[in-house]
């Protein structure tokens, strides 16, 4: 492709809505076009690309046996409705209406759609195990879009759904499909981490995410160098300290005048923060939004209070759980706000992180303005109703697997596998008749890769202070060829023919034929990432090039022939 034929606009400045690199940069290489808030349109290099990304994912599924189908991204409300989703979701579900003023939603997953095929189509267990996927757009009306394409309105998707017997047939579906994931990300030049995820709303049993390691993710993953534990931080397990071998001493209650904080408690008892027991005081309200009695949580002191494990504690729904007006639940339980323990709370359940059963000898509050206790003990001066892990696994403690330093990282979910089970097959009736003809619900799995977001993702890895720095595989082109004077014969030739070569060797090339500057045209080249660059200047009359690589500093001087050829064997070896 020529570029002085190329419907290309790249940008010096960008609004400064765009933070992040990769947003500023798909913007400044014009890449991508923003049409609204929250909403893209791909421009010809940006579009090449995706679809790169598009084949190398069709590629591996389909070596897994995935079959690739098309569906609407019109979905209507009846099927939502079947599987009690439609109410479950706000604003975020796009919601419309046909011209008959029925009910349908742009679709932002496709479970509902894939079962209503399924229960369709398969009746017997000879057709099992099958796998359907597409790669179409995605619509999810998020409240703040922000950072270009990694959380935008509108996104492709590939989503696959898996369809087996039973249990045994989902995870071997389920592993498929996580090494084939594996290979896709490696292919698309992204580190990438599987990290156990919370499952969430879907309800599935057991997830992982995709991570690509990133500073600007918003994925927080705690990960072990030593194995490969990795987990995002609401479902990190912690380790407990060993118990305590110290005989238990009697309570005695201590002034700690207006020490409101942990930190201050400890420092006026002179003690560690980990020798302190750490309140959190909650109001919890039942499906109709009525209060639905109060919780007393305890961590260690020097522990932070981690909400997603003290909600799946009480398996209760995110909004139906709140922190307390301390005023209002000390009437009603006991507690006095900054000075609040386990001991003497009545009306109120405790829920005690499991690390406080085996320590000995701590320091609690009173329950009584301005004092604390010293010497408190679970099991002889107070009980859990709930028993739990309730931690944050925080930078530096033990792995929960082989109790190397933990470190933290952020990153982009780039894709995520889920165990469904019969969560759909069930409230949509798909069902299959197994040997002995008896109806047997269909057991499910999805998996998803988002695709701009990969794209994004890609560019947040492979970038430096002049632009991207394209792997090959994704690259828009392979060779870039920087023609500095269009006008000169000899310079003309060179790349002329060194365009059609490379081009009748498959490799795909851009030829910089443009009336620029010389500055202008490396300033782009380096902006568009095309990993190599082949520069025709005053050399060519003696039939010489300069041959550079995007990712090193280094060039050299070759003959256009032994650019040629380098050029072919680096495109064939990383593409
Ligand atoms: C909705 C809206 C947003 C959503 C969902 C539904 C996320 C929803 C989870 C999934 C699970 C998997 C198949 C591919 C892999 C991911 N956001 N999820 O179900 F109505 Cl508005 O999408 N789906």
């Not at 959380?151 to 047939?169: C, L």
């Not at 001493?249 to 027991?277: C, H, W, Y």
């Not at 660059?533 to 050399?539: A, D, F, M, N, S």
């Amino acid at each position: 492709m020529k570029l002085s034929k190329m419907h290309l606009k790249t940008l010096r400045e960008v609004p400064n809505e765009a933070e992040i690199s990769s947003h500023i940069l798909l913007l400044r290489t014009g890449m991508i076009r923003k049409l609204v808030s929250g909403v893209y349109g791909f421009m010809p290099l940006g579009w090449r690309s995706i679809k790169k990304i598009e084949n190398i994912i069709r590629e591996e599924m389909d070596a897994k046996g995935g079959q690739e189908i098309h569906m609407s991204a019109v979905q209507p409300a009846e099927l939502w409705e079947e599987s009690g989703r439609w109410y479950a979701y706000g604003p975020e579900l796009w919601r419309l209406k046909d011209r008959n003023g029925r009910d349908f939603c742009l679709g932002p997953t496709h479970e509902e759609i894939f079962t209503d095929i399924v229960r369709n189509d398969i009746s017997s267990y000879r057709q099992l195990p099958m796998n359907l996927y597409q790669i179409q757009t995605k619509y999810r009306d998020e409240a703040r879009p922000r950072f270009g394409l990694m959380r935008s309105r509108e996104f492709i998707m590939k989503d696959a759904y898996s369809f087996d017997r039973d249990e045994a047939g989902l995870d071997v579906s389920y592993n498929e499909m996580y090494d084939a994931y594996d290979k896709i990300f490696a292919r698309c030049g992204l580190k990438c981490r599987p990290v156990e995820a919370d499952s969430g709303a879907i309800g599935g049993s057991n997830s992982h995410e995709f991570t690509a390691i990133s500073e600007v993710g918003e994925s927080e993953i705690a990960y072990c160098e030593k194995c490969n534990m990795a987990a995002t931080t609401e479902r990190a397990k912690c380790v407990d300290a060993p118990a305590s071998n110290e005989e238990m001493q009697p309570m005695e209650d201590v002034l700690t005048p207006d020490t409101k904080t942990i930190e201050d408690v400890a420092n006026f008892l002179g003690l560690e923060q980990s020798r302190t027991i750490k309140a959190l005081l909650f109001v919890t309200y039942d499906n109709e939004g009525k209060e639905n009695g109060y919780v007393a949580a305890f961590v260690r002191g020097d522990r932070e209070l981690n909400m997603t494990k003290l909600i799946n504690a009480f398996d209760i729904p995110e909004h139906a759980i709140e922190f307390a007006d301390e005023a209002k639940m000390a009437a009603a339980t006991g507690c006095v706000g900054g000075f609040t323990g386990p001991v003497g709370l009545h009306d109120c359940k405790l829920v005690v992180d499991s690390e406080l059963v085996g320590l000995r000898n701590l320091v609690a509050g009173a329950n009584r303005e301005n004092y604390h206790t010293k010497n408190v003990n679970y099991g002889r001066d107070y009980e859990g109703h709930i028993v739990a892990d309730l931690k944050v696994l925080k930078e530096g403690d033990s792995c929960p697997v082989c109790g190397a330093p933990v470190k933290h990282a952020r990153g982009i979910e780039v894709g995520q596998v889920f165990k469904l089970g019969t969560k759909y097959s069930e409230s949509m009736g798909a069902t299959y008749k197994d040997e002995n003809q008896k109806e047997q619900l269909i057991v499910m799995g999805c998996y998803g890769i988002g695709v701009t977001r990969t794209l994004a993702a890609v560019v947040e890895q492979h970038h430096d202070e002049n632009g991207i720095i394209w792997p090959m595989s994704v690259a828009p082109y392979h060779v870039i060829i920087t023609l500095i004077n269009p006008d000169d014969e000899a310079q003309a030739k060179v790349a002329d023919d060194l365009y059609k070569e490379l081009s009748k060797a498959g490799v795909e090339v851009l030829l910089d034929d443009r009336k620029e500057r010389p500055g202008v045209k490396f300033k782009d080249a380096d902006l568009l990432g095309i990993p190599v660059r082949i520069t025709v200047g005053k050399l060519a009359a003696d039939g010489q090039v300069e041959y550079k690589l995007r990712r090193d500093a280094d060039k050299e001087v070759l003959t256009a022939e032994e650019a040629l050829s380098k050029a072919i064997a680096i495109v064939n070896e990383e593409k």
